[in-house]
Every structure is written in C-alpha cells, then in structure tokens.
C-alpha cells in the first residue's frame, strides 16, 4: 500500500459545480497535512494546511479524520483558474519531519 | 518575492552520459529537498539537506545519483550514467525550516534522456 493514496480521478466539472477530493494516508504517526496546487507544466504551490478542526480558505474547504487516516479537500463554486492537478501531501512524524507527496487528482473545469 | 532558481529549466542527453541540475534556495533558507516527478504522478523526494548534512537520501538511487550541498546554500544533484527511466522533471524546494509548513519550489529541470 502506498503512503499516502488519492482519488485517480480526471475530475471533470462544470463552473460553479462543487467537487471534493479524498486522500489516505498510511503512517498513523503523521504530524501535519496540506494541499498543493500544480498546474500544468509548472511547479506545486502550497494551496492550504489541513488542521485537525478543519479550515477554510475562500471557496476552499479541508478537513482532517485522524481516526480513519483521511483528508478532503472541498472546492465549491469551481472557477475555471481552479483546473489543476491537486497534490495531498503528508508530513510524518520523524526527526527530520520527511514529506511524502500523494499522486494528485487532475481537475478540468469546463465553461 | 524571493525564488527558487534552478537551471537548466530543461536538459536533453543520451543515455550513459552525465548530467547535472543546480537549484538555489531562497535565501536563508536551511532545508532543501531534491524531488523527481514522473509524469503523471507526484514529486518523489531523492535527498533532503538539513544545512549541508544530507538528512534523508533513502529514495536516492545511489549507484547513479549524487546531490551535494558543500556550503549549505546551493546544491547540485548529478546523474552518471543517466538511463533512460531517468526521464522526468527534477524539481528543488526549500523551507526556512523542517518544520515550516511551506516548501517553495523552483521552476524544475525537464530532463530527457534519448
């Protein structure tokens, strides 16, 4: 099993549509969590962290399940910008805090 | 706002040959992470640098790959002799700490080996 798992996806959506992405995780002893954003071609981008109580940014939503190793990103009102490949990243436990990257979920936003 | 740099952006070459990127972190910055990223898939970490000591190189194919940091501040990361597989965007990030939440990442070198 893969440390840290995503939806396959493509996602395809239409603008204004609410899309959510699901992410496992393995380490149970995994500190911190966060979502990058990486659009094509180009390189990730800290999109938001994830905290235990869940947090929102704008149109943006995460959330934390400690308990079942699960996070989620929720994108309402979806924006055109907002096509992207969408990389759940987790930060274990250890001296040196080693960050393992999932392997994205692509999003297209469609007019 | 400060960057990432890392040349070359882009790099062709035939197999068996060597190869080399160099990234420089933004300034200040103690951590720094060589990933690779095949296509389609996410960023892999090769090596972590915490200062000059290499902290975690576990997923660094050793027989082939090097990444040094001499002075704690710009890394070159070489591939000798480069393969085929090895075909793939190599992306540098660095944090002001281990800890900090938010790894900057540099433009990447897209690297082709015929």
């Known amino acids: 099993r893969k440390e840290v798992e995503q939806d396959p996806g493509p996602f395809n959506v239409p603008e204004g549509a609410t899309v959510a992405f699901n992410c496992t995780y393995s380490?149970?002893?995994?500190?911190?969590f966060f979502w990058y954003r990486q659009d094509c071609r180009k390189e990730p981008k800290l999109l938001m962290s994830?905290?235990?109580s869940g947090n929102e940014d704008g149109r943006f939503t995460a959330q934390l399940n400690r308990a079942s190793q699960y996070i989620s990103l929720l994108i309402r009102d979806s924006k055109l910008s907002d096509s992207a490949t969408y990389l759940c990243?987790?930060?274990?436990?250890?001296?040196?805090?080693?960050?393992?990257f999932g392997p994205g979920t692509s999003l297209s936003v469609i007019p | 706002e400060a960057e990432v740099a890392q040349s070359p952006r882009y790099k062709i070459t035939e197999k068996s040959q060597a190869v080399a990127f160099w990234c420089d972190p933004i300034s200040g910055h103690a951590t720094l992470y060589w990933y690779r990223q095949i296509l389609g898939q996410g960023p892999e970490l090769l090596v972590q640098?915490?200062?000059?000591?290499?902290?975690?190189d576990s997923q660094l194919p050793k027989d082939r790959f090097s990444a040094e940091r001499l002075k704690g501040v710009d890394s070159t990361l070489k591939i000798q002799p480069a393969e085929l597989g090895d075909s793939a965007m190599y992306l540098c990030?660095?944090?002001?700490?281990?800890?900090?939440?938010?790894?900057?990442f540099g433009p990447g070198t897209r690297l082709l080996v015929l």
């Open positions: 990030a660095s944090s002001l700490l281990p800890q900090e939440e938010t790894q900057y």
């Open positions: 640098f915490q200062d000059e000591s290499v902290v975690d």
């Open positions: 994830v905290y235990s």
């Open positions: 990243v987790v930060r274990a436990g250890t001296s040196y805090d080693k960050v393992i």
């Open positions: 380490n149970s002893a995994s500190q911190s």
